[in-house]
C-alpha cells in the first residue's frame, strides 16, 4: 500500500538523514528502485515529472502501475507516489489520478501567485491524504522544458509558503538539476541554515542531487534537509549498460533481439545507483 510522504520525511528530519527520490521512467527503474529499497528497507518516494507520466502514458497509468508492482513484489517499506515539479493542472490532475503525494512548482510566479495557487492546492490534496511539496527559487538546469538559473530562495518568502500549510519545501540554494559544471561554487549553506530557521523546521528538500558532493549532502541533513532527488545520475547509469551491453553484441546472440535482455544490464545498474545513495543519506533499515 502506498503512503504520502509526510511521515517518513519528518522520521528523517528528527533522525538526522535523508530519504531518497529516485525518478521513475518505465516499469524496468520502478521494479529495480522498489526491489533496492525494499533489500535496504529503506524508505522511498518515486519521483515522475510531467514529461515522465506523459511517457508513460498518463498519471493514471503510472498509478496502476507503481500500485500494482508495490503489491505483486510485496513490498512491505514505506512508498510514496510523488509528482516532481508539478504545475498547476498536472497536481490537480496527480491528486485524481491516484497519486499519494505531489509537489507544485510555483517558483516562476510572483510569490503572490505562488501563494495563491499553493494555498489552493494543499487544501485539495490534504483533503485527499496526500502530501504536498511547494518550492520557493527556482532550481538551476532544465527540467521538462522549465529553465531555472539556480536562485537564492528568499526565507521570509519561504516562510509564506510554509506556513499555507505545505509539508515539506523545496528552497532553491545554487542547487541545479543536470550534471554540475566545473565553475559550480557549490551549495548556499549559510542561505539553508535562515531558510531552516524561518520555516520552522519544516522538511527541506534538496533538488539536483546529482553530483554534489557527500560532504555536502551530509551537511544539507544537519540543516533540514530530509529528502534528496536523485534522476540524472539514474539516467547516466542506465544509458551506460545498455550502450556496453549493444556495444558487446551481445543483443545479437542467441535468437537475437530481446528487450528483457537488453534492459537488464541498466535496470541492474540503477539498483547499484540506488544502494549507493541509500547509504550516503542513511537511510538504510529506517522503514
Known amino acids: 500500500m502506498l503512503v504520502n510522504a509526510t511521515n517518513m520525511l519528518l522520521k528523517a528530519r528528527d533522525g538526522h538523514y535523508g530519504v531518497a527520490q529516485f525518478n521513475i521512467n518505465n516499469l524496468e527503474w ?7 529499497c525494499e533489500e535496504m528497507k529503506s524508505p522511498v518516494i518515486l519521483g515522475v515529472s510531467e514529461g515522465a507520466g506523459k511517457y508513460m502514458c498518463g498519471f ?41 503525494s505531489i509537489m507544485f512548482d510555483g517558483s516562476h510566479y510572483s510569490i503572490e501567485e505562488n501563494i495563491a495557487k499553493t494555498k489552493e492546492l494543499v487544501e485539495l490534496a490534504h483533503d485527499k491524504g496526500l502530501s504536498i511539496e511547494a518550492e520557493v527559487g527556482s ?16 526565507p521570509e518568502e519561504c516562510a509564506k509558503i510554509t506556513d499555507l500549510g505545505i509539508d515539506f519545501l523545496a528552497a532553491g540554494i545554487g542547487n541545479i538539476h543536470g550534471v554540475y ?30 553530483g554534489i558532493p557527500d560532504e555536502m549532502i551530509h551537511k544539507a541533513i544537519t540543516l533540514g534537509v530530509s529528502k534528496i532527488n536523485i534522476n540524472t ?24 533481439f530481446d528487450p528483457r535482455k537488453l534492459l537488464a544490464p541498466g535496470a541492474e545498474a540503477i539498483r547499484a545507483k540506488c544502494a549507493e545513495k541509500i547509504q550516503l543519506f542513511g537511510s538504510e533499515n529506517k522503514a
Not at 493514471?60 to 493542472?89: C, F, N, Q, R
Not at 545520475?233 to 537475437?256: H, M, N, P, S
Request: overall charge negative.
Open 181 to 210: 559544471p566545473e565553475n559550480w561554487k557549490g551549495l548556499d549553506f549559510e542561505a539553508l541554515e535562515r531558510i531552516h530557521q524561518a520555516t520552522h523546521n519544516i522538511p527541506l528538500v534538496l533538488h539536483g542531487g546529482t
Open 60 to 100: 493514471k497509468t503510472v498509478a496502476a502501475m507503481v500500485k500494482a508492482m508495490d503489491e505483486s513484489l510485496g513490498i512491505t517499506v514505506p512508498v510514496a507516489l510523488h509528482l516532481d515539479h508539478g504545475t498547476y493542472e498536472g497536481a490537480k490532475a496527480c491528486i485524481e489520478a491516484g497519486f499519494t
Open 233 to 256: 545520475e539514474c539516467q547516466l547509469v542506465f544509458a551506460a549498460a545498455t550502450r556496453a551491453y549493444i556495444e558487446a553484441g551481445k543483443d545479437q546472440q542467441g535468437k537475437g
Open 139 to 154: 532550481i538551476g538546469g532544465v527540467e521538462d522544458g522549465v529553465v531555472g538559473a539556480g536562485e537564492i530562495a528568499d
Open 30 to 36: 520502478t521494479k529495480s528502485v522498489l526491489l533496492q
